[in-house]
């Protein structure tokens, strides 16, 4: 029997225990479900046979030694940060590790040692990053294999709503952190464009979105990544010409999103003085240059557009020029921002999220330009089965599968590039709904 | 005999050195210039009979005790992160201290001791901070006196070009700090208008820039600066309504700027890749979004401009457009701007710099609202004897003999707020040709 460790029991946990409950019999695996709430983990595993939920602090060094000496594989669904305190044990211990995050340098550290202890550290086994990787990859693979030379690549994602849930005039809500959505995409997005490199500074990433369309979800539009140039070496496509990553929104929301941006209300370096009493018009009159205009003229104004264009509907739904306080003490803009966006972009209980995400290459083969377009959406069916969960959560529990059942012989701080990794995850991924759709054209 | 040190013999203390000499005599002082270039010094002392120039490095410890222990008064004119370690000795040796920089946080820190010692370090003694001080305070101890309650106070101040040497299309050249200038404003301006506080951030800070119009010098732009809020409580007008401190530039220049802002041209924070081989179309290229119009359009477009608006001249005249090559390894965004700007904006032999100041203050008095205009501008003779070095040198040079003769009584950390101080420094600085006239008018 073996037995599989899962630290953290959250929203994004779901998808990967129901998983693992699922198939514990036929592989013969003990689930222990370890987080700070018992009742949480309780709530995750539902007195399953082979589940166990217990109450776990990972921060005690004792505790966290006893545990991972129980399990064969570890599996971290912790915050960001603290992955490495966990895989370090794992290392001690040789013991495998998984998590859906990206390698972080203090994870890197551990790769020598794992290797050397033959223990593989699999890091980036979500969606984005990790679905993202895989099915790339794939492509990539195919591509070189019958002699392709890749000259562009770019690859989408986005966690939106589904059309049912995607009504309000923004379509947009938070389906993942909302600190995240607020403050994203702060510095410079790097990236590619036929030979030339590209930054974006902050104040113009959501003035010119790239535009693109999905099998039966329409149209979208998108703005670029902080770093697309690191996946050059990930992917083992050093010399590409042009390489994009970016995030997919519905059509409009950028160009309003951008009015945040440039007025400054995003921005998280600072307090605002006496911030919870002001109304959400005061708030925004503090950004705003002085003259004797309305609030509503001058913020028209600052985002050049006139007052009465169709994109002040958007504000307005969010009551941004009424007298509603914030109530939040000692609140940055972005914060204050936050708490706007949060009365009205919270997900209701049967609100249902959509996973998207596209990646389209272009490469040249006997003289001939290429263009293949690979599309994945995935809805989400409640608010604890949601795409994001789902996503997140699966490829994570077949590459435990793998592991168990030996599948998988890479050592080391790894991410899902290899073709043992990607070929098995992406077509069981395909039994389980979530697939990719390829449109292949020439390219002028 | 009284002995002066004066430490940093650049060329803002050109004209301290210069006052500080002729009035050697009189008052019997002896002038010890120090600086790390031995020539340098002997240049500015040319051999004059109280004056003596030397080889000094003010990190070496003996030396700057051996020194201080000579000096009845040390003048730092050395750059702003390293008044602190010549104020500390001062200190301890008893010895009063005199700099043109802000007060740091390090300097704050000796007030307690130089004043338990009776021993002042009097800072932000030069045109601004240091003018600007004087000549505000006065209006408001007046406004004060008389029983007026301060509304409204507007400081601007500019480092500019004479009207002979502002020929150029921006009108601009760098008479000081080019890094600085490049990279002014970055973060938030905080002022207050009206009894409402505001932010503006970076990428609105040149949107909107205010007018305002000097005698014989016609109109000028005004952008805010970074901090105005604090010299409420310096000014002791902690509960004005709106205050707000600004850098005065000739119309226009600020939209243009802007155009750099908005890119990303001004960012320090990156290297830019091969940035040698760059030529400056591509510099601008590289902040560009993707599609297939001329860099020109594109450019035109991000700055919301067409492409034949007269503003374009702006750029075209700086070669923006042009195939010249950066020739700057290792470049950030900023230091190339800085390279390309340096090309066209270097002061040439014969061009004159130009120092503006305005104060700008509502208060009522009787029921009736008054507005106080004052106004201060000095032109440079030439590029030793700039308008800058003047002014930054004079009130130095002015309150060093005051002190000498015991006309200042103030211990501690200081700035010139005190009317012993601002009354006998703006009266002489009136008969050295720098002095502000007044106009007074109902206001609305």
């Known amino acids: 029997m073996n037995t599989i460790l899962i630290v953290g029991a959250g929203l994004s946990s779901t998808s990967l225990i129901e998983y693992l409950l699922k198939h514990a019999e036929e592989n013969q695996w003990q689930v222990r479900l370890a987080d700070m709430s018992l009742e949480l983990a309780e709530s995750k595993i539902k007195g399953h046979t082979y589940g166990v939920a217990f109450s776990f602090d990972v921060s005690d060094k004792e505790e966290r030694a006893l545990e991972v000496s129980k399990a064969n594989l570890v599996i971290s669904m912790l915050p960001p940060t603290m992955h490495t305190m966990l895989a370090r044990e794992c290392v001690k211990q040789s013991k495998h590790f998984l998590s859906p995050s990206y390698v972080s340098s203090e994870m890197q550290i551990l790769d020598k040692k ?13 969606v984005d990053p990790g679905i993202d990787h895989m099915s790339a990859m794939k492509i990539i693979d195919e591509i070189k294999a019958k002699g392709g030379e890749l000259l562009s690549f770019k690859s989408y994602c986005g966690g939106l709503l589904s059309p049912s849930s995607s009504t309000n005039i923004w379509q947009y809500k938070f389906t993942w952190n909302p600190r995240n959505v607020v403050t994203a995409g702060q510095g410079v997005a790097t990236y590619k464009d036929n030979g030339q490199y590209k930054y974006l500074p902050y104040q113009q990433l959501f003035a010119h979105p790239l535009e693109t369309s999905m099998p039966e979800y329409g149209n979208f539009e998108v703005y670029p990544n902080r770093d697309s140039l690191s996946y050059r070496s990930l992917y083992d496509i050093e010399n590409i010409p042009s390489i994009l990553r970016g995030t997919m929104r519905r059509s409009g929301f950028c160009q309003a999103w951008n009015a945040f941006v440039l007025l400054g209300c ?22 705003l240059p002085y003259d ?9 104004d600052c985002i050049a557009v006139s007052i009465d264009d169709p994109i002040m509907e958007k504000f307005k739904w969010l009551d941004l020029f009424s007298d509603k306080k914030t109530g939040i003490k000692e609140g940055t803009p972005a914060l204050i921002l936050q708490k706007i966006l949060e009365e009205k972009w919270t997900l209701k209980p049967d609100d249902k999220d959509l996973l998207v995400m596209q990646h389209q290459f272009v490469y040249k083969q006997d003289g001939q330009q290429k263009k293949i377009i690979s599309s994945m959406s995935y809805e989400g069916i409640d608010q604890e089965h949601t795409a994001m969960a789902y996503t997140v959560g699966l490829p994570m529990a077949i590459v435990a599968k793998l592991i168990l059942q030996s599948k ?32 292949e054209e020439d390219f002028e």
Do not use: C, H, W
């Not at 004797?292 to 028209?300: K, N, Q």
């Open 114 to 126: 794992a290797k050397s202890k033959g223990v593989l550290l699999m890091n980036e086994l979500g």
């Open 266 to 287: 995003t921005d998280e370096s600072y307090l605002m003085r006496d911030s919870e009493n002001l109304t959400y018009r005061e708030y925004i009159e503090s950004f």
């Open 292 to 300: 004797e205009r309305s609030v509503e003229e001058r913020f028209a």
């Open 408 to 439: 998988i012989d890479l050592t080391g701080v790894q991410i899902p590039v290899a073709p043992q990794v990607y070929e098995p995850v992406l077509k069981e991924l395909e039994t389980l709904g979530v697939y990719f759709t390829e449109q």
